[in-house]
């Protein structure tokens, strides 16, 4: 039996007007890696730390265990987690093999198809803590693999992704007003720290599918 494709559409919160791409992947890809394919997909460098957070309602404990957890005073950080509707899944080592100290449960332990089993599931990312650029995933579909597709694989997208360390989503609105103002007085300096070839409006959805061909041999 052939593994399943998830079809994720992955768009960028508070983003006006959305910034967002749609990739299919294997249902049974890890978060860890479907970290690695989001990081391509929309544009980022791969500079900072990042979880995925699942909030569910159906995750919270019972008033029962509630009280187990209690008496037996083992409140982790699971199970705190859980008490707020959640699931946390963080990445606990570094690239380099170094621990992270981050909290939750191990991304590479535990698949998209886990966490995310039907359509309109979803599942937030986010990336870099100091930006705080949080990312909506919802399933749009669950099918069989299509013959002669390799996957992951990028389907559609819209916008270029931001800058890092641009401060954030109002960070990145900001930026753009300031370019688009030749009479700013930040104009020049951001200018030259976006470069020439910032486009906003662009997207190239070759130049990402290139790089998950790459990914996928790696």
Known sequence: MSTLIHTLRITLQDSKPPIWRRVAVPSD??????HEVIQISMGWTNSHLHQFVLRDKSLKPSRDEIR???EADIWDDAFMARMRGERVFSMLTTPFGDPTEMEGEDEDAVTLAEVCPKVKSKLTYEYDFGD???HTIEVQKIEEPKPGVEYPVCLAGKL???PEDCGGIYGYDHTLDVVADADHEEHDDLVEWLGDDFDPEAFDIDEVNDILAEWREG
């Open 132 to 134: 705080g650029w949080e």
């Open 68 to 70: 187990k957890v209690g």
């Open 160 to 162: 270029a992704c931001p």
């Open 29 to 34: 890809i890890t978060l860890g890696q479907l």
